[in-house]
């Protein structure tokens, strides 16, 4: 069809054939899970408005998502190309957003997680646009390329993430939990009220070069060489490295209180 397509059902959503539309797809189920029987592609159009009791779980052809999952369950979107979140709220579960392509959030939006949000595309660009919100019970991302992220809480990256490069931002802390690792080839720039990365049992931090900046307590554990850049600030540092600590000429370091490496 060329127009837009709207479903609904007050229990489950299964597409057994692909809903394709070069406008927009909305698909709501009140009060179970919108979900797939395997095909390659479920949904290809321009804009897609999910919004599930229990879950949902699509592979998508789109170029702008808006979701919602408003009971237990979690979210699930592989998407062929590059994907701009538009919104997205999992009241009581996980979210796992794959793109094929860049992924990025749009102006004025909110992304909320009540568990794990993981991320991956070539590019992931989240927290960037005006007026948007992000907050995550935990955060995994992985990019091909670089990666930029800024989040509005405290923020405790679990499982494996990577990128090229890395600018993390949040107004609360950013902290990593047991096992989880963190891998950036390039540049790291992290910027927190307080920072503690690689002080968990099992967890792993790599970083090319690191930068940051904090009013508060920055204490970060690296499982190679360090070499600090730029200008960083803290209330207190304790940087540990599993290699050579260094920096750069031009580097700057202050810090108000203690400091040991």
Do not use: K, R
Not at 22 to 29: D, E, I, W, Y
Not at 132 to 156: K, P, V
Not at 187 to 195: D, G, R, T, Y
Not at 219 to 226: C, G, H, L, N, R
């Amino acid at each position: 069809t060329a127009g837009n397509i709207s479903l609904s059902a007050s229990a489950g959503l299964m597409l057994n054939e692909p809903v394709t539309t070069p406008g927009n797809v909305s698909l709501t189920s009140t009060a179970g899970v919108i979900g797939n029987s395997g095909a390659a592609v479920d949904v290809l159009a321009q804009d897609l408005i999910a919004t599930a009791a229990l879950g949902i779980d699509l592979d998508t052809s789109i170029t702008n998502a808006t979701l919602s999952n408003t009971g237990a369950g979690n979210v699930l979107i592989d998407e062929t190309n590059g994907l701009n979140l538009a919104g997205m709220n999992v009241a009581n579960g996980s979210a796992t957003i794959n793109a094929a392509g860049p992924l990025t959030n749009g102006t004025g939006s909110t992304l909320s997680v009540s568990g794990n949000a993981s991320f991956s595309g070539t590019t992931v660009t989240l927290g960037d646009q005006a007026g948007d919100n992000l907050s995550f019970g935990s955060l995994t991302f992985a990019s091909a390329g670089a990666a930029i992220i800024d989040l509005n809480n405290a923020t405790a990256l679990a499982g494996s993430s990577s990128a090229t490069s890395l600018i993390f931002t949040s107004t609360s802390t950013i902290n990593s939990v047991v096992g989880a690792s963190l891998n950036v080839s390039g540049a790291a720039v992290l910027n927190a009220p307080a920072i503690n990365l690689g002080n968990q049992a099992g967890d792993t931090i790599n970083f090319g070069t690191l930068n940051v900046t904090s009013s508060g307590a920055v204490s970060i554990a690296e499982d190679s060489s360090t070499q600090l850049v730029g200008t960083n600030t803290a209330a207190s540092l304790t940087v540990a490295s599993a290699g050579a600590l260094t920096t750069v000429p031009a580097t700057s370091i202050t810090v108000t209180g203690l400091s040991n490496f």
